[in-house]
């Protein structure tokens, strides 16, 4: 459930929409979440990646989706072309974002092999 709600709750109109904002909105939303992580034993750094993740898709999707806006005026061209272009890679990343929810371990393998990070 939680997944499916980040990427919207990521693009609100106003102050949000901006990096800014979205850094906003994760550092409101964590201290409310973090109890609950704990008291359902979820482990708070792969917690941690599957949020940004999810806001990371928000930033590419509509009603917003700032780095279109961001794609298209770099290179000079129309909204609708890059938003036609980014779709496969959108849709990869809803695919990735699935996964690392499903395998936990995926996301948490890199820093426990570095010895960054003891579950």
């Not at 917690?47 to 917003?64: D, E």
């Amino acid at each position: 459930m939680n997944n499916s709600l980040i990427p919207v709750k990521g693009q609100p109109k106003g102050p949000a929409t901006t990096v800014g904002g979205k850094l906003f909105l994760a550092a409101s939303l964590m201290p409310i979440l973090i109890p609950v992580l704990a008291a359902f034993k979820i482990d708070p750094l792969w917690y941690g990646v599957i949020f940004i993740s999810a806001l990371a898709i928000g930033q590419a999707t509509p009603p917003v989706g700032v780095n279109r806006f961001t794609a298209a005026n770099l290179i000079r061209g129309d909204i609708d072309a890059v938003a036609k272009e980014a779709i496969p890679f959108v849709i990869v990343d809803v695919i990735v974002l699935i996964i690392l929810s499903l395998l936990p371990v995926l996301s948490l393998y890199l820093p426990v092999r570095a010895g960054l990070y003891t579950p």
